[in-house]
Structure formats: C-alpha cells, structure tokens
C-alpha cells in the first residue's frame, strides 16, 4: 500500500515564505513525475509545479520565480519552497505522483494541506 502525505501548511503573512513536504511510503520501486497542485475554494485545481525522475521542473505562470520544486529520492520526498507568497495563494495544496510498486506505476494523491494566506 503506497500513501502520499503531505505536511508544511499554515498561515502565513503576505510576502512570507512556506515549505510543502510530500512524503511517500510503502512497498515503492520507483517514483515517476511528481506534481504539486492546488484548489482554491469554489475553483477547480490547477498545476502549480512538477518534477520529473531526471529532475526537471516546470512551474505554472502564477508561481514562477517564486516557487520552486525539488526531490530528495532518498528520502522518497519532494518539497514546494514558496516565497513571496501572495493572498491569491491560499488553497488546499495536494501532491500527485506517479509510482510503481512492482512495474506498472499508478497515480497517487495526497491528502492535501491548507496554505491560507493573509495577514
């Protein structure tokens, strides 16, 4: 049984800085691309960043300079570094990854965290 869990959410003023952990366990292989995504409330939930097994990232327009993902595959974790952080921030953030537990990878979701914004 592979679970994602994610953790590092909170309040914080506008301006100031939060980090997103997503921590994976249970019997792994391997983990694919890895994605961070956020739902805002009465809103559908978007892509905020991904990484992929190399290590490349891509974030979305609202974040970039200000956001930034990394992986630690020792660790099974990848983390969200937010900087800057505006209001329009505030959501439910999930983490999303692709993982294998024998060959075959299957899609996970975690349970979200809350990232409120404001001061």
């Known amino acids: 049984q592979v679970q994602l869990v994610e953790s590092g959410g909170g309040l914080v003023q506008p301006g100031g800085s939060l980090r997103l952990s997503c921590a994976a366990s249970?019997?792994?292989?391997?983990?694919?691309?890895t994605g961070w995504y956020r739902q805002a409330p009465g809103k559908q939930r978007e892509l905020v960043a991904v990484?992929?097994?190399?290590?490349?990232?891509n974030n979305a327009d609202s974040v970039k300079g200000r956001f930034t993902i990394s992986r630690d595959n020792a660790k099974n974790t990848v983390y969200l570094q937010m900087n800057s952080m505006k209001p329009e921030d505030t959501a439910v953030y999930y983490c999303?990854?692709?993982?294998?537990?024998?060959?075959?990878?299957?899609?996970?979701w975690g349970q979200g965290t809350q990232v409120t914004v404001s001061s």
């Open positions: 990484i992929t097994t190399g290590g490349s990232t």
């Open positions: 999303n990854a692709d993982i294998a537990t024998v060959l075959v990878p299957r899609n996970y």
């Open positions: 249970g019997s792994i292989f391997r983990i694919y691309d």
